[in-house]
């Protein structure tokens, strides 16, 4: 039996498995980097064991060093939660060989699952519906095709190719990404990504748990799923449930996995692949069915049977959401910080089956957690369980909204306004529904009213932090004068640039009078703001303002606004939505400006691969070098062609936001 399991992961996985070994009784070991020394996984694991450095490679992906972690710990049992090890039949056969138990399928299982055209050959043979694969580019048949790699699991390395002129150099760019060999096969476009989750035990028994909609995705990573698919019936269901049953017989599975299928608008379905983890998205399964699939997972590792008679019935409707570090601003690349605040209002468990519909958080962050480079940016996941879809998308979306997510910037209001959008209501989705409907990714605080009045509570709260640490005559009201003078000025960055606030104060402390108006950048650096307004808006009554809570009423409607200053920025929450604004110095320090000619590091992470030399001419486009950060691999190209004129950086560099990379001569 198990007696002490090491998770061989970090973050929101880890701390999943942590809560079930507490409940069953087993001893739990965590792991952790130098950058995690203070990670909440570390903090609630029984004992942790430091591996010495930052990046993944030699931490988190180091077979040797978590194998002797385990041993120093006295554990007898490995768990490697749900990323690149839980796939990597090196490593599992490494454990078993080190006299440990192997929570997960047998190394020579996935040996066989890791190339995918092999996994795809037994599938078929098996007579599951396969799309066709192409390890020849000369030999594809028509257009448009997908190249996949080989090997390995996951969306990197994919490219959709509509015409032969481009495939040649297409399948070449990919070999290199993915350093290996590829495939192609058919593109089929307006599908689902579904996948029927399983649970396969030594005694043979296989036992599907519903289905899975993953259609909401981006550049194919999975952000929004849900279950049950509300484009699967009962019939269809059946169907892909046994389907799923046959190929992981086919391919003698064991353990927690998801066999994943795309499903056309037609009702046919075609085998993608079968991933053998424990998937992100297992919280939305484990909501509707009742049962902890960590527990039945160690279960199986124990050599056990599964303690259930078949597929459990479906209760109700589960969705669930990726809450990532990523910034808009700078398409989507992850966003490195400091996470100040992390809290959702209402949540009624964490990490484990609720016991009635609700709100769920699985988290691997905590308040002044650290986000850096060297991770997946995946913050959290939230789960609404409600009796309906309608209701679960609902509670959902408000709970999103209300969250404060402050010092990092996520994907939070992406995700509001998929939830929110009236086909995915409707449950007309696909993989390419962010594809149609762009209008999800626009900033959920649009209303210029409600940033008006997010810069006014900013500035009267403050105000009131100013008064209330005031060391002499902290009573008097802020901005008192014997003889009334010029309105009280902020001046704010916020999301449409930078806004100047005023407002006046009559001798009893009450607002006589506010205005916001837009500042033109040039303009901060002259003095003089602070001038007559240009628009008086509505008479507002300041119910109380304090240094984090303004209650306000605008027009008879009262309204509280909850705002944590951190340092110069204010993060404001209200009904109307929430917005950051950086406060600008009225005499900012003068700072070197960057040539046009500089490419400067998108956000922290280190240097890859650099493709170009000094003195090397360039053509726009051209690919100079790539930077890791966060699990992915980003590209920086030439805007425009030239001559590199200054190449500061090399391979295996450590680069911060903003740090020069190279410069380019313009031709």
């Not at 990714?441 to 500035?459: E, G, M, N, Q």
Request: charged share 20%.
């Amino acid at each position: 039996m198990i007696r002490r399991l090491l998770v061989a992961d970090r973050g929101e996985i880890a701390r999943r498995v942590f809560a079930t070994c507490r409940l069953v009784g087993i001893e739990t070991v965590a792991v952790y980097s130098d950058v995690d020394t203070d990670a909440p996984h570390v903090n609630e694991a029984d004992y942790a064991v430091h591996l010495e450095g930052s990046s993944p490679a030699t931490t988190y992906l180091d077979h040797d060093a978590l194998i002797a972690a385990a041993k120093r710990a006295g554990a007898n049992a490995m768990h490697p939660g749900n990323g690149v090890l839980a796939e990597d039949p090196e490593f599992a056969g490494a454990v078993a060989d080190a006299g440990m138990i192997w929570v997960g399928p047998p190394a020579g299982i996935l040996r066989t699952l890791h190339s995918k055209t092999e996994t795809k050959k037994l599938v078929a043979e098996a007579k599951v519906p396969v799309l066709p694969t192409f390890t020849d580019p000369d030999t594809v048949p028509g257009f448009p095709v997908l190249i996949k790699p080989a090997t390995g699991f996951g969306g990197v390395g994919m490219r959709v190719v509509r015409d032969a002129t481009t495939l040649a150099e297409a399948v070449a760019s990919t070999r290199r990404e993915v350093d290996g060999e590829v495939f192609c096969e058919p593109y089929v476009s307006n599908v689902r990504h579904i996948e029927v989750p399983i649970l396969a035990d030594a005694m043979g028994a296989v036992v599907p748990f519903g289905e899975r909609e993953c259609s909401v995705q981006r550049r194919y990573q999975k952000i929004v799923e849900e279950t049950p698919s509300p484009a699967v019936d009962a019939a269809l269901r059946e169907e892909l449930c046994r389907a799923a049953i046959v190929a992981v017989r086919a391919l003698g599975f064991v353990g927690a996995g998801a066999v994943e299928f795309l499903l056309d608008a037609d009702g046919d379905f075609w085998f993608l692949e079968l991933t053998p983890t424990l998937q992100t998205d297992h919280a939305v399964t484990e909501c509707v069915s009742g049962y902890d699939l960590v527990r039945l997972q160690l279960l199986i590792a124990e050599d056990g049977s599964l303690p259930m008679p078949g597929p459990p019935p479906i209760r109700g409707h589960a969705i669930e959401v990726r809450i990532c570090a990523e910034d808009p601003a700078y398409a989507w690349l992850p966003a490195a910080g400091t996470l100040h605040r992390f809290a959702v209002p209402d949540v009624a468990g964490a990490f484990r089956p609720l016991p009635q519909p609700g709100l769920r958080l699985d988290s691997g962050v905590a308040d002044g957690s650290v986000t850096g480079m060297h991770h997946d940016p995946m913050l959290a996941k939230l789960i609404a369980w409600a009796p309906s879809r309608q209701e679960a998308a609902r509670m959902l979306a408000s709970a999103l909204a209300r969250a404060q997510l402050h010092g990092v910037v996520t994907n939070r209001d992406l995700l509001v306004r998929v939830l929110r959008h009236q086909s995915f209501r409707n449950g007309d989705i696909d993989t390419g529904f962010l594809d149609r409907h762009p209008e999800v990714f626009a900033p959920l605080l649009s209303s210029v009213d409600a940033v008006r009045l997010s810069c006014l509570a900013a500035a009267l709260a403050g105000a009131a932090a100013r008064r209330a640490g005031a060391p002499v005559l902290g009573s008097l009201p802020s901005g008192w004068r014997n003889v009334p003078s010029g309105s009280q000025t902020a001046v704010y960055d916020g999301p449409t640039g930078p806004v100047e606030v005023g407002y006046r104060m009559d001798r009893h402390g009450e607002l006589a009078g506010w205005w916001v108006r837009s500042v033109d950048p040039e303009e901060l650096d002259l003095a003089g703001l602070g001038q007559a307004p240009v628009d008086e808006h509505p008479p507002i009554v300041i119910v109380s303002a304090a240094g984090d809570r303004v209650v306000l009423n605008v027009q008879g409607i009262r309204l509280a606004v909850l705002v944590h200053r951190v340092g110069d920025v204010s993060y404001v929450d209200s009904p109307e939505g929430s917005v950051t604004l950086r406060e600008i110095s009225r005499f900012p320090l003068p700072t070197p400006e960057a040539t046009e000619s500089s490419l400067i590091a998108p956000l922290p992470g280190a240097v890859r691969r650099v493709l170009v030399v000094p003195g090397q001419r360039v053509r726009a486009g051209e690919l100079l070098l790539t930077l890791e950060a966060m699990k992915l691999e980003h590209p920086v190209h030439a805007p425009s062609a030239g001559v590199v004129a200054s190449l500061p950086v090399h391979p295996g560099a450590e680069v911060d936001t903003g740090e020069l990379l190279a410069v380019l001569d313009p031709e």
